[in-house]
């Protein structure tokens, strides 16, 4: 042979990209072989494009991650293509789904400088599409008769061809199995402590941590989940047992507010029986606060004559700046700016000059006094020891230690 013959040979061996190594190792996996699936021993195992360790490294992989052996030669393993591999053909050796040509490389990238891992011929049909990065190139699966190779020493026969598959549906099952336990723990947490029921999933978790030990990244999920569970749960158990706690001490308060309360109206009263009559001595000449022909309520009879004769000099003041208003007229104009408080009513029997009022509004959590109240409109002293929401417009509070209301309504 001349040496130009030579030199045509080896040209050719170069574009199209298959060396004579590569082609011996396909044929020698063909020989009489039984796949099987392998598990990688060590971590950043590469895989390569020929059964040598100068061939370009495709990718690399970790311990425990499966392959499928289906040949070998010498001392590496020929392996099936991962199912994440792609390849790229140029779209000008494409024409209608259908090679235009023969030995047309398929490359592992859309470039020129891209290992050749196949090579196609005139008539071959393809599915591919336009690649994103490059678009003078088409994305398509490998072709069937792709290999890549690993070497022996890194991996180990854990069973048949078709393991891989089960291994890979039983992981998928154990996927969704483990998204629909947490939906519905999710969904339970969203229940009322006494009407949840978890226990059941708790025990699905423990089952499925114990039942993947083929795959670690879903044991891993269902041991945190088991364990996130398990502490929501208490906690939302222990926040439980203190309201039942809290709702008894509550109730013991309740009857304790209203025995005393009971005791104080009956007090309260005899002080205003007494008001009363000093009242009804008084020649007062004051501008009546009701329609003098509107019988007054029996409740409001008894009003203190103080509070009255206040109330009756905070609306004369505002009548100064506002001719011709009528006192209703003046309430209805506090009760549209009015303050919304709330909490329980409890009567401030305590005789000290200029109090601000004669009724503590307190905190029902705390039992520490939000307001002094009064009221010669609302009916006050019906709603002493219960928890009450009023409407109210400030007043003085003569440097007492909380804001003094008065109250206009009762929600």
């Known amino acids: 042979m001349s040496k130009l013959s030579f030199k045509l040979i080896a040209l050719f061996t170069f574009f199209t990209g298959m060396s004579a190594s590569s082609l ?11 796949p099987f699936t392998a598990k ?19 990718k690399e992989v970790e311990n425990g991650e499966m392959v499928v052996v289906v040949g070998e030669a010498e001392e590496f393993y020929a392996l099936l293509p991962p199912e994440d591999t792609q390849a790229y053909i140029f779209r000008t050796f494409v024409l209608d789904d259908v090679v235009e040509g023969n030995k047309v490389n398929i490359r592992l990238c859309p470039t020129t400088d891209a ?7 005139s008539g071959d049909r393809i599915q591919g599409e336009v690649c994103p990065a490059n678009s003078k190139w088409l994305k398509i699966p490998p072709p069937q008769s792709v290999r890549f190779y690993i070497a022996k020493d890194y991996v180990e026969k854990i069973g048949p061809a078709d393991l891989m598959q089960k291994l890979k549906k039983r992981k998928q099952d154990a996927s969704a199995l483990f998204e629909q336990i947490t939906l519905a723990i999710h969904e339970e947490f969203q229940k009322p402590y006494d009407q949840m029921h978890v226990e059941s999933y708790l025990q699905k978790l423990s089952k499925l941590q114990a039942d993947s030990a083929d795959f670690p990244e879903i044991a891993k999920s269902a041991r945190e989940a088991l364990k996130k569970t ?15 706690a809290s709702s008894h001490s509550n109730m013991w308060q309740t009857t304790q507010h209203e025995l005393t309360a009971e005791l104080e ?30 019988p007054l309520p029996r409740k409001q009879t008894a009003l203190s004559t103080k509070w009255s004769s206040l109330e009756q000099r905070y609306f004369q003041e505002w009548a100064a700046k506002h001719q011709g208003k009528a006192i209703d007229e003046y309430y209805h104009e506090q009760e549209k700016n009015h303050v919304l408080l709330s909490g329980i009513l409890e009567p401030y029997t305590r005789s000290l000059k200029n109090k601000p009022g004669d009724f503590l509004l307190v905190d ?22 219960q928890s009450v929401t009023v409407h109210a417009y400030p007043r003085p509070n003569h440097h007492f230690a909380y804001p003094a209301y008065y109250v206009l309504s009762f929600e």
């Open 230 to 244: 398990q502490e929501n749960y208490l906690h939302k158990k222990i926040a439980f047992l203190e309201s039942k």
């Open 115 to 121: 290992p050749v891992i196949a090579q196609l011929n």
């Open 364 to 385: 029902p959590i705390n039992h520490l006094p939000i307001a002094y109240l009064y009221s010669t409109k609302a009916p006050i002293h019906d709603k002493i020891g």
């Open 40 to 58: 990688v021993t060590r971590s950043k195992v590469r895989i390569r494009l020929e059964p040598s360790i100068e061939s370009p490294i495709l």
């Open 265 to 294: 109206a009956k007090q309260d009263k005899l002080v205003r029986l007494e008001e009363q009559i000093a009242e009804q001595s008084l020649k007062s000449v004051e501008t009546p606060l009701t329609n003098p022909s509107t």
């Open 24 to 34: 011996q190792a396909n044929a020698s996996t063909t020989a009489s072989f039984s």
